[in-house]
């Protein structure tokens, strides 16, 4: 069967998801014809991503968060007000969509949570499956954990997800952990590259960052300084950053790259990152100790630090505080061997979603070949 993705490029967990699904297509002899990334011109396209998502890629601006000036803080007004100024480029991606569609023919479309994915299923209405897939999927179970209060960004957030999926034929929620199902929404695994699964494992004295903002650097290289001792290796995608830039004796800053990071990861005595997705994940598969801090004013981030406590996978904090994980020792109470058992299981998931679209797509439309 014939793929294209729809993938929003604000930080990391979308692309090596994307990367991911992407490599298990090819293992059972499926085809990714496309990728479009949606991203904002404060990031550049990894090169990882470039390289290992094998398909041309096609960048078409899309709705993205703002910063305040310290590019730490997640601003929802600044968001608004620019987001909505940018409504003509938008657009102008829906119509560059339509036509990639058009063009390759695509038996699924596979968004990996594009607002602009969403309003294009749900405006265009391709003859193509839709399907989508990420964490925030998992916002419709009665499990889920939601901060107190905050009740306007629960319902942006609720809404933002809903719009992702509008006319969704498949909703794959990915999960830190299994969860009982409900409703039409699939729970699924993580999806973790294959990379990962051939990772040495071992414990050298470093401790591993990552930070999907970059105004989060001044922290770190504040405990850096403060504790000297400590040695801290941290990853960012900074624009026109250096490929590696030493602050001080204990902290280097890299930008991102997959097979560096990853190795690292396999190495160090903990991860300490902003309350993403895939990053935990890699740290729940290799059994190291993890702090999340919640991007400040990412609701999506503070429900995930909720989960990461609630399911005693890791600590959280409110800052970049290497200390918690050095005083504590902490280790995930999580066993990673259930854990890589369960995501391991990807293959037949796959392969099952896909024979069930072959007979309905076969019933309801004789001259398509499928297999």
């Known amino acids: 069967m014939k793929f ?14 994307a990367i991911a699904f992407s490599k ?8 990714l014809c496309s990728v479009v990334l949606g991203k904002s011109k404060r ?13 041309p890629i096609h960048w078409i601006p899309s709705p993205n968060f703002e910063c305040d000036a310290n590019e730490k803080k997640i601003s929802l007004s600044k968001t608004f007000r620019k987001n909505l100024i940018k409504t003509p480029l938008f657009l102008e991606s829906l119509w560059e969509i339509h036509q990639l569609v058009r063009k ?21 209405r391709p003859k193509a499956n839709y399907w989508v897939i990420g964490h925030q999927y998992l916002v419709t179970h009665s499990d889920f954990c939601f901060p107190k209060g905050r009740k306007l960004e629960k319902s942006l957030f609720q809404l ?3 719009i992702t999926a509008w006319g969704a034929d498949e909703r794959l929620a990915l999960s830190f952990t299994p969860y009982e199902q409900e409703g039409n929404t699939r729970i699924v695994p993580p999806l973790l590259r294959p990379e990962l699964k051939q990772l040495d494992i071992k414990q050298e004295n470093f401790y591993l960052a990552y930070m999907v903002n970059s105004g989060y650097a001044d922290e770190i290289i504040r405990f850096a300084q403060n504790n000297p001792t400590i040695e801290i290796k941290a990853y960012w995608d900074k624009k026109d950053a250096q490929e590696v830039e030493m602050i001080r004796p204990n902290l280097t800053f890299h930008q991102v790259n997959d097979r560096k990071f990853l190795q690292d990861m396999a190495a160090c005595k903990g991860l300490v990152c902003t309350a993403g997705f895939e990053s935990v994940c890699e740290a729940m598969y290799l059994g190291k100790a993890i702090l999340v801090i919640p991007v400040a004013g990412q609701y999506e981030q503070a429900c995930n630090a909720l989960e990461v406590e609630k399911s005693q996978i890791g600590i959280t904090a409110t800052e970049f505080d290497f200390g918690l994980l050095e005083n504590s020792k902490m280790e995930s109470k999580r066993n990673p061997q259930e ?11 796959l392969q099952n979603l896909l024979a069930k679209e072959e007979i309905d797509w076969s019933a309801s439309s004789p001259s398509l070949e499928v297999g």
């Open 43 to 55: 990031r550049a396209i990894p090169d990882f991503f470039k390289r290992e998502i094998q398909a």
């Open 160 to 162: 933002n997800t809903e």
């Open 104 to 124: 390759h023919q695509p038996d699924v479309i596979l968004n990996f949570y594009d607002m602009l994915g969403g309003l294009y299923n749900g405006v265009f």
């Open 24 to 31: 298990l297509l090819r293992t059972q002899g499926h085809q």
């Open 339 to 349: 854990f890589r058992h369960w995501q391991n299981s990807w293959g037949l998931i």
């Open 4 to 17: 294209l993705f729809i993938v929003q490029g604000e930080g990391r967990g979308h692309m090596t998801q």
